[in-house]
């Protein structure tokens, strides 16, 4: 058991000498970036789960762009998915590089950074996707890396189901005498409990220490962060709700990046190296090690890339790279494919032209290519086409756009390497992914107000899906199918005063076909909310109590593995009260699963009961 006791000597500590440094210090200038993607409004209420300390994944849990689908918590395991892809299709993005897992899709999510020393995700699609995105053919939820600030912060929390976590956050920053500033920042977290249902407990750790170094026009980041995951969730993989799983992971990941400016141009370019060590186990009352079907495997990654833009004239030269190398170091499980390392990389190059720029009207038309490398397969080139109509308007502007991308991605290490029958019945003959996306957006955005909607229509051939036949009841296949996917959001957020509201709707429709594969049913690419809406509620009651709620309502696809409703809501709340007498104190209390909804986000494994927690926190 982890001590809080501890954790707050710590945090004194760093306090006292981060008040010693003051007269030493001056103000950090926060280096303000010309991005190259447009951020969008905050569209969730929570960023902290009620059931562990915050990652990277909780800002997602109700994003409207994001259908996030989870084995207990979601900080434990959970798949993204975006506009009816499969959780091998969504990259994630540090700076210029995406962090990727080759075993398996379903670590992808997992980064060990604290989100606090990340920006907040974007998701991008389409032409941003294919031309910033690697291995992730339908999307990447993409984050910065913003300047350090002074400070800290320590979270304690307790809550039901012998909950106990503790997170801290501390950082130093120096001016030098060039006129840049350096800065060290570092976090700690720590979280166990006993889980909503039995056999549902968890056990978490995470350690980052951050260097930077930035000045008005560049700035330089090493990020080295470990974690240590364990959690078990009964039916997690299978399905089957007897089967008491567990699965850990150690992490570990080392990020370099540098980024610069000048008045027409930026750049990025960064390197990584991720170790992951898995301990998976389908049945935790039994114990294997080191033999077929102990499931234990190690990974490690090599990666770099690069990003920028380059404006002259009326042109915009938008260009990406990202080369990688992963290896399967080991495997008691992943012993049938036909390689077990991999060399793969991504080229892109999209051109703009700014064909009409007057005081009530811009016309860009945009045109690229991305190519796709690889030492294992296939190469692909895939075509970037758009157009955008903007209408400046008193408060803010409307816009129009039009844009086609194609993609392409290659499968997993589990996909390929695993045994062709048993309880993961891999496939050594599955290749390269491809996918061709056409989108219609249309919104509006003001100071307090922002409307979208956008329809599109997308080509998945020999998408890599896990299936269910009869015939093999315990047994799930990795099988290729061709998928036509049509889909349509509505969004509207708005700010008031004492209110902020965000509320979607997404739609879905699919029709698959598995070629002369025998599939009656499917645990991912079929498994998709056909009608999901969602709505994010800040409201101050006071000026010390501050309300926000978050809710999903969706209807599923039917999916005869399903035994919950189809029919889903979903609500999580929290209760923050920031006396005004006491500075740098916050006390929360939050409720996840408000309503004890019992749906099956993957069919056959049971949905996580209602959590409750309460947290003290300390800004300085």
Known sequence: MKSSINLLAVAASCALATSGLAQEINDTVVTQWIDEIEVEAKTVALDTPAGTYASAVTL???????????????EGQADVTVQGSLFEN??????????????????????????????????????????????????????????????????????????????????????????AHLALQGSIAFSDGDGSIANGDHSFERYNLHLQRATDDSQSDVIFAYQDKFFGWPGAYTGFETLAETDHTKTTLLVATHRARTENAWFEVGGYFRKLVDDYDFDRTTQESAVTGAFDHQTRVY???????????????????????????????????????????????????????????????????????????????????????????????????????GSSQLPGYTALNSRPSGLFGGNARLGRERAGQATITMGYHSGTRTTKLAVFYRRD??????????????????????????????????????????????????????????????????NFARHRATLAVQYPITDDIELRLDNEYRLQESNPLRTSSAESYLASASLIWAPSGDRGFRFSSSVENLTDEDFQQFPGTPASGRQLSLNLHYDW
């Open 60 to 74: 997602l849990r109700f994003d409207p762009s994001i259908e996030l689908q989870t084995r207990g918590l979601a």
């Open 90 to 179: 969504i990259g994630f993005k540090v700076g210029a590089l995406t962090i990727i897992d080759p075993q398996t899709g379903h670590y992808a999510a997992g980064l060990p950074i604290d989100p606090a020393l990340l920006s907040a995700p974007e998701v991008h699609t389409g032409i941003n996707n294919a031309t910033g995105g690697f291995n992730s053919s339908i999307a990447t939820v993409a984050y910065g890396i913003p300047t350090i600030q002074r400070g800290g912060v320590l979270r304690i929390g307790a809550g039901s189901d012998n909950l106990h976590n503790q997170s801290l956050r501390a950082a130093l920053v120096r001016d030098d005498t060039g006129g």
């Open 303 to 405: 990666g770099m890339g690069a990003q920028g833009a380059i404006q002259r004239g009326n042109w915009d030269w938008r260009y990406a790279m990202q080369l990688m190398s992963d290896e399967l170091v080991r495997s008691t499980d992943l012993t049938e494919g036909r390689f077990d390392s991999r060399d793969y990389a991504t080229l892109s190059l999209t051109p703009s032209l700014l064909l009409v720029n007057t005081p009530d009207r811009k016309v860009t038309l945009t045109a690229g290519v991305s190519v796709d490398l690889s030492s294992r397969d296939d190469n692909e080139v895939s075509p970037m086409l758009g157009a955008e109509f903007s209408y400046p308007t008193k408060s803010g502007g409307r816009y129009l756009k039009f844009e086609y991308a």
């Open 461 to 526: 051939r020999d998408l890599v899906d896990w299936t269910y036949s009869s015939g093999a009841p315990f047994s799930r296949q990795a099988n290729d199918v061709n998928i036509n996917v049509w889909g349509a959001q509505l969004l509207f957020s708005e700010s008031w005063n004492d209110l902020s509201i965000t509320a979607a709707y997404n739609f879905l429709d699919k029709h698959s076909d598995y070629g002369g594969a025998t599939v009656d049913a499917s645990f991912y690419a079929l």
